[in-house]
């Protein structure tokens, strides 16, 4: 089972109160990624009524991707989210239960369970509007053609997200 929505965990408080640098890339692209709708794409992947409750998909998404923006390990990432208040904030990780929200091996399960065809509608949903078919809109609304870019991401590691 898996939650078909998430609810901001950051009050604009808190985000004014933890977070000095409102142009912090991971700012900006929590803004941008135009996550319920990724959320609604993945949803098929996991059985509506079986199982326990699953980590939130909103946050496992992000962990994984800012793995991969940052190139880090599964293991560091975690330390990263618990460590780090714009990963955190990226993540949706809310403070209680921060340290103990996630194993290292939830996002190995995650990318299993995905697959190429889940990875593929990720990469799909954050193509920049010039790769978008169709897409008519001067304003970037993923944000996230950046993850993609050799700057950001080796062509080994563009190829595993």
């Keep these: 089972m898996i939650a078909q929505t998430f609810q901001d965990a950051f009050s604009a408080q808190w985000v004014k109160d933890n977070l000095s640098n409102p142009t912090h890339d991971l700012i900006l692209l929590r ?8 959320i609604d794409r993945l949803t098929p992947f996991y059985h509506a009524s079986k199982g326990r409750n699953g980590q939130s998909l909103r946050t496992t998404l992000a962990v994984s991707l800012a793995a991969r923006l940052r190139q880090f390990s599964d293991r560091r990432v975690i ?6 208040r714009y990963v955190q904030y990226f993540c949706n990780v809310p403070d209680q239960g921060l340290q103990t929200f996630m194993n290292p091996s939830t996002l190995c399960r995650f990318r299993k369970r995905l697959g190429t065809q889940g990875m593929a509608i ?5 193509r920049s509007p ?3 078919p169709g897409h008519q809109s001067r304003y970037d609304a993923s944000g996230c053609h950046r993850l993609r ?5 080796s062509h080994r590691r563009q190829a595993a997200l």
């Excluded at 803004?31 to 990724?38: C, K, V």
């Excluded at 330390?79 to 780090?84: A, D, L």
């Excluded at 990720?122 to 954050?126: D, P, Q, S, T």
């Design 31 to 38: 803004r941008l990624i135009p996550w319920q709708s990724i």
């Design 79 to 84: 330390e990263e989210v618990k460590e780090n």
């Design 122 to 126: 990720i990469r799909g949903c954050l």
């Design 130 to 132: 010039e790769e978008r």
């Design 149 to 153: 870019e050799p700057h950001y991401l």
